[in-house]
């Protein structure tokens, strides 16, 4: 019992300590409306981190069980709000609406590849699980929209995710509230420096993507770029050439149409080949993807050229193809 007293002044004391006051007072006072807020917040897409807030409400959640089960119907609902926002916007707009997430995030342009294969793979449980993965959080209520799920789906089984994810938050700072505190007590101990800490490891972070953005464009920007037009003229006049789709996933992962002629390949396999069927040196060889800014395509096409193959990039990838007004055509059960 006395151990228990201890535990709850040090977390007051925490709690009331200069440089944590806005945080924690923050919680403190506005306690489930906070949780609410800080939930939403992440999910709709800021870069303001949750766990935070969900670990604070699991440290108040040892004294309190109620209000542990009420911040966890709480953050659930919010995070499935946010989710839903999503979703319809992803129904509405398509990938288009990935392709603006992706930008807005700063994120790696193979993020909607990644999140493509893992609906492939795992259909509608992506939602379950993709609060736990980098890169598809985000994606996975837009991308469930854009590909046709229905919204019964996907409440069940994006709730069922949001209250795994949000009570395994709760859980940790039930679990770990001891250790949780003596962090906070470091960084308050070092006062400004802990912000100025924090700020600079931000900066670095959103450098560092936007670094990789930068990069990427300007390596796009030394290839060959192909037309959608140009491309359709090509195969309307039998042009000899090589397309490769470096979409993940293939016939077998779900993918279900491409342009026609292309051979799919994974970005991961191309360099293990050491050579492709019917490949000639003096084949066109045109190479695209379904992800913004054309990412894949381009590492794809650098890979090549490491190999002495000159090779070009669809400008637009599929997105344009299709927004140009082209048909696909089904995959067939076939790999290189």
């Known amino acids: 019992m006395h151990r228990q007293a201890i535990q709850v002044n040090d977390r007051r004391n925490v709690y009331n300590s200069q440089n944590m006051d806005f945080f924690f007072n923050l919680v403190s006072e506005h306690g489930l409306w906070a949780v609410f807020a800080g939930v939403f917040i992440e999910q709709v897409g800021a870069p303001i981190p949750a766990l935070p807030f969900l670990l604070v409400a699991g440290m108040d959640a040892i004294d309190n069980s109620l209000y542990g089960v009420m911040a966890l119907v709480v953050a659930s609902v919010a995070s499935m709000l946010a989710d839903l926002l ?11 609406m990935l392709s ?13 590849r990644q999140s493509e294969l893992s ?15 980098p890169g598809i959080s985000t994606l996975a209520p837009p991308m469930a929209g854009a590909m046709g799920m229905s919204t019964t789906s996907f409440v069940i089984f994006n709730l069922a995710g949001s209250v795994l994810w949000a009570g395994c938050g709760l859980m940790l700072g039930i679990l770990f509230h001891e250790q949780i505190q003596n962090v906070l007590i470091y960084l308050d101990n070092l006062g400004g420096s802990a912000l100025v800490v924090i700020g ?24 060959s770029l192909v037309q959608p037009a140009e491309l359709a003229q090509m195969l309307e006049n039998n042009t000899p050439m090589f397309l490769l789709d470096v979409r993940q996933g293939g016939a077998e992962g779900g993918l279900v149409d491409r342009i026609q002629g292309a051979r799919n390949i994974d970005l991961g396999l191309l360099a293990k080949h050491a050579s492709l069927p019917e490949w000639k040196d003096e084949t066109d060889v045109i190479v695209y993807c379904a992800c913004p800014n054309d ?13 002495g193959i000159k090779a070009r990039v669809l400008n637009g990838g599929m997105d344009g193809w299709i927004q140009s007004g082209f048909a696909l055509e089904h995959i067939k059960a076939e790999r290189l």
């Open 295 to 307: 990412a894949s395509a381009v590492k794809a096409a650098y890979v090549l050229r490491r190999r």
């Open 86 to 96: 999503w979703f319809l916007a992803g129904r509405r707009h398509g990938r288009r």
């Open 119 to 133: 609906f492939a793979k795992h259909g509608v449980a992506t939602l379950v699980i993709s609060k736990f993965v």
């Open 200 to 223: 600079a490891l931000l900066g670095l972070y959103i450098g560092f993507r936007v670094w990789r953005r930068l990069r990427l464009s300007r390596l796009k920007s030394r290839l």
């Open 100 to 112: 603006l997430l992706c930008k807005i995030a700063i994120s790696p342009d193979s993020c909607v």
